[in-house]
């Protein structure tokens, strides 16, 4: 039973429009969520989180919107650029279930912007 | 600064053959956790340690152990390798627990059991 979906394997954008990468969850209780890049032959990094309690939360050219009565969160990236090419996960967890023990991750999303 | 290093990067086993996959980090985290990420597969959480000497089962910790006895090594063992565990396995960690904070990843290891 998958808890954390990304129903977009791939998405392929044009370098300075904006790239929007959905994520969509089934468990209510999840309150904190967040999204990591990939890069091949490397490790996540962490890119953005937002917390329940905001439904919109901006950093540079990065903003997550939260849509808590769809259960559905999306990564908006303007403008787009070939560097933001990767792999993104969103991942979810909740208060009561503990730590970062917790976090359930998606299969990923892989980004490729065109120049 | 190295962060999270991960060795080997790349690994063969035949079935059968035991291993260690090494991580270690110099940020003095207290979390450390192993993850595998499979094809059209999420990442997925092996075992995790919230400390030097406390250690715990994530989702699939079948095949694996692990201990952590200082608080910058975090060893990942395989006792008999089988194809299945045919993966890229992931280390990472955080300053504390706690699921606000962002994890910090190796490059990771591949590896492939014959």
């Known amino acids: 039973d998958q808890q954390v979906k990304q129903n977009s394997p791939s998405l392929s954008v044009q370098e300075g429009r904006i790239s929007i990468l959905n994520c969509d969850y089934t468990?209510?209780?999840?309150?904190?969520f967040l999204w990591y890049k990939k890069y091949p032959a490397e490790g996540p990094t962490f890119l953005i989180s937002?917390?329940?309690?905001?439904d919109k939360n901006e950093d540079g050219r990065f903003t997550v919107f939260l849509n808590k009565s769809a259960k559905h969160l999306s990564l908006h990236i303007v403008p787009s650029q070939p560097g933001d090419s990767a792999v993104y996960f969103c991942?979810?967890?909740?208060?009561?279930?503990?730590?970062?023990?917790?976090?359930?991750f998606g299969k990923g999303t892989k980004l490729t912007v065109n120049p | 600064n190295a962060g999270v290093t991960q060795t080997p990067k790349f690994q063969v086993l035949k079935t059968g053959q035991s291993m260690t996959l090494q991580c270690a980090q110099d940020?003095?985290?207290?979390?450390m956790s192993w993850y595998r990420q499979d094809p059209g597969m999420g990442l997925r959480l092996i075992h995790y340690?919230?400390?030097?000497?406390?250690?715990d089962q994530g989702e699939v910790p079948n095949g694996y152990n692990v201990s952590r006895s200082t608080t910058e090594d975090f060893p990942l063992r395989l006792l008999s390798a089988a194809p299945s565990q045919t993966s890229v396995y992931f280390c990472?960690?955080?300053?504390?627990?706690?699921?606000?904070?962002?994890?910090?990843f190796g490059s990771g290891t591949q590896l492939s059991v014959l």
């Open positions: 991942a979810a967890s909740s208060s009561p279930q503990g730590g970062s023990e917790k976090l359930v």
């Open positions: 940020m003095n985290h207290e979390y």
């Open positions: 340690s919230v400390g030097a000497g406390i250690t």
């Open positions: 468990n209510s209780m999840f309150d904190y």
């Open positions: 937002i917390s329940s309690i905001k």
């Open positions: 990472a960690s955080s300053y504390s627990p706690s699921r606000t904070e962002k994890l910090f």
